[in-house]
């Protein structure tokens, strides 16, 4: 009796903790309290780790977002970048679309052919003197209401260079070189398109005016940097050969080659000293037939024979590594003294310390100091965006 009322007892106890379903009930009836009751601490911690485990999945989420738009954003700068410059090195900006031996200017709609004696000295009207060097003058000058720029020969002992400038102007048309409009060999005149904000040489007075303030940025200021370089590795790797900028004896003549256009880039104006480097022919340059000095001009410039008075004869060729050499001091002048310029500096530290090795065969090529200022620039503005976005 006591075993059977134990038993009993024993099923009304498992009965209340664990009921048998009723097979008519749905599988999911519910539990018995006392079950809930003994569960509710092991529930709780479940559901406490479950909301623990949706938190972090959904912050790793929302990392994984913001890299991914970081990546996304880089990509895209990057790839604008490149879409701003071809392999070249050539900015790709408005192109005139026109045939060899024509032009366009920004105001027409149709590319006429390069205008001659007959069309220059009958259409083109000088207005006033702007500017001078040791080949040519310059004029501001009027065709068709369109204002260009006329340049005559200065003396016929620089007629030789006069005639070099003339065909690499031919040679060499397109974005990063300035437009030919004409020329007449007869009387020693060429016209070209006029950029009223003249040489990089004004760069810091036109951008401290209230009109260019806003783009007083280290933005435009590495785009013009990067304009520069950009220019190097076309005439590095021109269509007329590989080019030396020799006319770059000094910061200011160096400046002096480039003009500023309306769109604050740059494009190359005096082509008169762009001797040719035929490596495969043991074919390198001399820049000029005098002694160069100074830190601006690479090593390989300067005359090696200390003991030795100058000889142009004796002289060493030197090849477009020069044009590297000067790179760092062209950008120093080109960033200014903006903000965000000293980072700039730091980033490019590396590839500048490059740029000056002694020994001109470790130096970069221009392709490649371009491609690490595409990137600095990708980076910076990607980090800059990423900071206004926590502001």
């Not at 024993?10 to 569960?39: G, N, T």
């Not at 400038?165 to 020329?183: D, E, I, N, R």
């Amino acid at each position: 009796m006591k075993s059977a009322r134990a038993t009993s007892t024993f099923e009304s106890f498992s009965e209340v903790l664990f009921p048998k379903p009723d097979r008519k009930s749905s599988p999911s009836s519910e539990a018995s309290p006392l079950v809930l009751v003994a569960l509710r601490p092991f529930m709780q911690n479940t559901s406490s780790r479950s909301s623990s485990s949706r938190s972090l999945s959904h912050g790793a989420f929302v990392v994984a977002v913001c890299l991914a738009a970081l990546l996304l954003c880089n990509v895209f700068i990057y790839f604008y970048l490149d879409s701003m410059y071809n392999n070249n090195g050539q900015q790709v900006s408005s192109s005139t679309g026109c045939r060899p031996g024509q032009f366009k200017m920004p105001t027409m709609k149709n590319c006429t052919p390069w205008l001659q004696c007959s069309q220059i000295n009958h259409d083109v009207h000088k207005l006033k003197h702007i500017g001078q060097g040791a080949v040519k003058k310059v004029y501001l000058a009027e065709w068709r209401s369109q204002k260009v720029a006329l340049s005559i020969l200065t003396a016929l002992e620089y007629k030789e260079d006069f005639l070099h400038g003339l065909s690499m102007l031919q040679a060499l048309q397109g974005p990063k070189v300035v437009q030919l409009v004409g020329f007449c060999l007869k009387d020693h005149a060429l016209v070209t398109e006029y950029h009223p904000l003249g040489s990089l040489l004004n760069l810091d007075p036109i951008l401290s005016q209230e009109h260019y303030l806003k783009h007083n940025t280290w933005q435009v200021r590495l785009r013009l940097a990067m304009d520069y370089v950009s220019i190097l590795h076309y005439l590095h790797t021109s269509p007329a050969g590989c080019r030396v900028m020799c006319d770059s004896n000094s910061l200011e003549k160096t400046l002096s080659q480039f003009l500023l256009t309306n769109d604050l880039h740059l494009v190359v104006n005096d082509l008169d000293a762009l001797p040719q480097v035929d490596k495969s022919h043991g074919v390198l340059v001399k820049c000029g037939h005098r002694e160069l000095i100074g830190d601006f001009v690479a090593p390989e410039q300067l005359w090696p024979f200390a003991s030795k008075p100058f000889s142009d004869n004796l002289m060493p060729g030197y090849d477009e590594r020069t044009d590297i050499w000067k790179i760092p001091e062209v950008t120093q002048f080109l960033m200014g003294r903006v903000s965000g310029g000293d980072l700039v500096h730091f980033h490019l530290f590396q590839i500048h310390e490059e740029c000056k090795k002694k020994d001109p065969t470790l130096r970069p090529t221009a392709q490649q100091v371009l491609n690490v200022y595409k990137s600095v620039y990708s980076n910076m503005v990607r980090d800059s965006s990423g900071v206004r976005e926590m502001l």
